[in-house]
Structures are given as C-alpha cells and as structure tokens.
C-alpha cells in the first residue's frame, strides 16, 4: 500500500480493519476472525449524501484507508481510538497542535502510531455505490468494538468513549505544540 501501485480502487465502498494482535483492553470475545485476524473496525467513504443539497464527497476508499495509515488523529477516528489505546504502550499521547485546535499524536507520536499500524493492522475492501447501507447493516449484525458512531450497544463503547475522551481532556490542558 505504500508504494506507487495500489491495489484500492479510487472508488466509493467499505474497508473493514483486522488485527493479528489486537491493542490492549479491547474485547473480542465474539468478533469476526479471518486467518488468526481479528475484525475490529469497519468504515466507509463517502459517507452518505447530505440532505441539504451539498453535493456529496467524493473521497475514496482508496483516500481513506491512505489516510488512516497515514494521516492524523485530527482526521481519522481509527487514528484516534487505536492511539489511545496503546498510548501507554508507544510513549504518546494526543497533543494540541497549529492553531490549537486540533488534536493530534504529535509528528513522533503519528510516525509511531504509523509503525504500529504497519506491523499490526491489515485492511480489506470492497467497492459498493451507497456504502452507508452495509456500513449500517455490518455495525448492526457484527461485533465491533472499535467502531463508536451507530454501535452505543457495543459492550465497549461507554470505556472506549471515556478513554478518547480522557485523551482529549489531557491534551486541552498542555501547552500547543507548533
């Protein structure tokens, strides 16, 4: 996925998150495996149209998943939930950044977050035109303890949430890093 020639269509659909060694805390007690991997996380893109006559994104799942190994804690929920899961593990922790609005890991923390990704997660996808319809329908009949939005009956959900949020509240009370 790094290199020039990727296999991820430039196309909308759903992408679902495996991992060999799930991150500390998370329960999978009942979730999805595939070849000793375990089915964390699904998401998709675009999400679906909006109703108030905006034309609707026309992000990728090819820009998704990039941006999820790649981007920031600002931009990616994943980023976000697996960063303060294993904030402990790899020394970071989500940080003011720019302005100070946002909330990242930091360029090292990000970069570390990154590594982990590559050692320790793998993606799979399928194209779809309305993915928002299996996103719904995966969150509803899978156990997925890492997906929060449309899964408030996830046993996991109330700790995950509190831990995010633990991470933001500490990062509002440090200095912004430029």
Request: glycine share 10%; hydrophobic share 35%; with cysteine.
């Amino acid at each position: 996925m790094r290199g020039r020639e990727c296999p991820i269509p430039a196309a909308p659909g759903v992408y679902a998150w495996y991992f060999p060694s799930p991150p500390p805390l998370v329960p999978v007690a009942g979730c999805h495996t595939q070849d000793g991997a375990v089915l964390l996380y699904v998401g998709i893109s675009p999400k679906a149209p909006p109703n108030n006559g905006r034309p609707p994104s026309r992000q990728t799942i090819r820009s998704r998943i990039r941006y999820h190994y790649r981007g920031n804690a600002a931009g990616s929920t994943l980023r976000l939930t697996l960063g303060s899961l294993l904030a402990g593990e790899l020394g970071i922790g989500l940080r003011r950044v720019g302005s100070g609005n946002r909330l990242t890991f930091g360029r090292d923390g990000e970069e570390r977050l990154t590594a982990w990704m590559a050692e320790h997660a793998q993606v799979v996808w399928t194209a779809t035109d309305q993915p928002w319809k299996l996103e719904e329908e995966l969150i509803r009949s899978c156990v997925l303890p890492l997906n929060l939005d449309q899964n408030r009956h996830s046993s996991f959900h109330g700790q995950l949430s509190a831990l995010r949020a633990a991470q933001r509240a500490h990062a509002r009370l440090l200095p912004v890093e430029r």
